[in-house]
C-alpha cells in the first residue's frame, strides 16, 4: 500500500480513537481517578511498552546529541499536553474542549511557516477554513455546549495544551527522518514519564482501585493504551509522510467523529442534514491541506 495512503489511514484511526477519548476520559475524572494520577498512569504504562517494543524489536540508538530536543518533546508532548488536556477536560466539557483544540491546525500552519519555512499555501488557508466551519457548526449548535466563567478555568488549560501540541508536532519532524517511530517515542515518554511524577503521585496513591467498577477498568485500558500507546505510535508514524499542516487538520475530524460514534455506537444521538454538511466540509478542508502535499511528494518521486 501506498506510504501517504497508509498515513492518512494511520491519522483516520488516530482522530477515531481521539473523537471517542473526550467522553471515556471524562466518565472517569474526577469521580474515580482525579486527572494527574490519569496522567502519571498513561505516560509510564505507555513509557514501558514503548521500550519493551524500541528495546527488543527496533533496536536502534538515539544520539547523544538529539536528546535536548527529546527532552522538550517530552515536555511539549507529554507532560504539558497530557497534564493540562486531562485537567482541564475534568473541569469544562468535551464539548468546549473540542471548540478550543480548533485552534490546533492554525497554530501548528504559522509555527510550521516560522520553524520549518513551509508555504502557507491558498489551498491549506481554505481547507482550515473549511474544516473550522464544518467543526463549529457541529459542535456550537450542540446543547451542552457552554462557555461561561464555570469553565473558563479548563477552557484555558485546554487552550494552552492546544498550543503544547502543536509545539510537539512541530519539532518531532525532523527527528522522524532520522529514526524509526520506537525509537524517538521511548525516549519522549521516558523523559515524560519523570517529568509527570512529581505531579500525579500523591493523587496516584489515592486512588481506591477496588472500588472502580469493571466499565471505569475498560474505560481506563482505552485512554492508557488506546489514546496513548497506539495514538502516538500512529501519529508519529504519519508524520514521517505527511506535514504538520496535515496532520493537525484531522483534529476537525475528531467531532464529527465523536458524534458518528454516538449516534451507530450509543445510539443517543441522530444522524440530521447540519451533521452531514458538517462532515462534508470536515472532509474537504482534510482533502485540501493534503492535496499540495501529495503533489509536491509525486514531484520528488
Not at 5 to 18: F, P
Not at 52 to 63: D, Q
Not at 195 to 206: K, T
Request: with cysteine.
Amino acid at each position: 500500500m501506498n506510504k501517504i495512503i497508509q498515513a492518512h489511514l494511520a491519522l483516520l484511526t488516530v482522530n477515531i480513537i481521539y473523537g471517542a477519548n473526550y467522553s471515556i476520559a471524562k466518565e472517569v475524572m474526577p469521580a474515580y481517578i482525579h486527572p494527574f494520577a490519569f496522567v502519571l498512569m498513561r505516560a509510564s504504562t505507555a513509557m514501558i511498552l514503548f521500550w519493551i517494543v524500541g528495546t527488543l524489536i527496533i533496536k536502534e540508538k538515539l544520539n547523544k546529541k538529539d536528546l535536548p530536543r527529546v527532552a522538550l518533546l517530552a515536555l511539549c508532548g507529554v507532560a504539558v499536553n497530557q497534564l493540562l488536556f486531562l485537567k482541564g477536560l475534568s473541569l469544562t466539557s468535551p464539548i468546549n474542549a473540542s471548540i478550543i483544540m480548533i485552534s490546533n491546525p492554525i497554530i501548528v500552519m504559522l509555527i510550521a511557516a516560522l520553524v520549518l519555512k513551509e508555504k502557507i499555501s491558498f489551498g491549506k488557508i481554505a481547507g482550515i477554513t473549511f474544516g473550522i466551519a464544518g467543526a463549529l457548526m457541529l459542535l456550537l449548535f450542540n446543547k451542552r455546549f457552554s462557555f461561561g466563567s464555570e469553565t473558563i478555568a479548563g477552557d484555558a488549560m485546554i487552550l494552552v495544551n492546544s498550543l503544547s501540541w502543536a509545539g510537539y508536532i512541530i519539532l518531532v519532524k525532523p527527528l522522524m527522518k532520522k529514526y524509526n517511530t520506537f525509537t524517538v517515542i521511548k525516549w519522549v515518554f521516558l523523559f515524560g514519564s519523570l517529568y509527570v511524577l512529581p505531579f500525579g503521585y500523591n493523587e496516584f496513591i489515592q486512588v481506591s482501585w477496588n472500588m472502580l467498577p469493571s466499565a471505569i477498568w475498560w474505560d481506563i485500558v482505552f485512554v492508557v493504551i488506546g489514546s496513548t500507546f497506539f495514538a502516538y505510535v500512529l501519529n508519529t508514524y504519519a508524520l514521517r509522510a505527511l506535514s504538520p499542516a496535515v496532520v493537525s487538520i484531522y483534529i476537525y475530524l475528531q467531532p464529527f467523529l465523536a458524534t458518528l460514534i454516538a449516534v451507530f455506537w450509543y445510539q443517543n444521538d441522530a444522524l440530521d442534514t447540519r451533521k452531514i454538511i458538517s462532515g462534508i466540509l470536515i472532509i474537504i478542508g482534510v482533502y485540501l491541506v493534503s492535496r499540495p502535499v501529495k503533489q509536491a511528494e509525486k514531484k520528488n518521486n
